[in-house]
């Protein structure tokens, strides 16, 4: 739902895309309270104010006005996917299915199939300048010790590779 926003959409190539669909679950343990001399009361001020309940006894009335909201609620959410994806088939995609990466291409779901990095690194490198930002844990006094070694021992490589490619072009 949220990516409906976008004017462009990515998705990895096993990027999980989908579902347009609508679910709820509700447990009712109403017998096993009974079984055990448990009573619920539940007050309620309006007809649908509780149409299924977890500890109550459900009644079909309440399971159709449940299964009416929840069909509301797919409507409204297929109208909103089309509105924002006017070339998608919602009949065909609106069914709670899932799809991964060029599957979802070819429903339209998507635009194109790539990873992060080779959008940000390719296509958007060009376009705009692209930081690495890193998040790193503070490190301890021997944390950071053993990193300054490791810099050093670099460094004195970097050095000693660029020396034996200076001395290789001088005898050439």
């Not at 679910?23 to 001399?37: E, Y």
């Not at 929840?70 to 109208?79: N, P, V």
């Not at 509105?83 to 609106?94: K, S, T």
Request: one cysteine or more.
């Amino acid at each position: 739902m949220m990516a409906c926003c976008a004017h462009h959409l990515v998705a990895a190539p096993f990027a999980v895309i989908g579902s347009i669909g609508v679910v709820a679950q509700i447990p009712n343990v109403h017998r096993l309270l009974k079984k055990h001399d448990v009573d619920v009361e539940l007050l309620t001020a309006g007809r649908y104010k509780r149409t299924l309940t977890v500890l109550g006894e459900n009644s079909e009335e309440g399971r159709a006005k449940f299964l009416e909201d929840l069909q509301s609620t797919h409507d409204l959410f297929k109208q909103y996917v089309g509105e924002r994806r006017p070339q998608l088939d919602l009949e065909q995609v609106a069914t709670g299915e899932i799809w991964y990466g060029s599957e979802a291409q070819s429903q339209g779901l998507v635009d194109a199939v790539g990873t992060s990095d080779a959008y940000l690194l390719g296509k958007l490198s060009s376009q705009a300048r692209v930081l690495h930002v890193s998040l790193t844990s503070r490190r301890g006094l021997v944390g950071r010790l053993a990193k300054g070694a490791e810099a050093g021992v670099e460094r004195t490589l970097d050095r000693v590779l660029e020396r034996l490619g200076r001395l290789s072009w001088e005898r050439h």
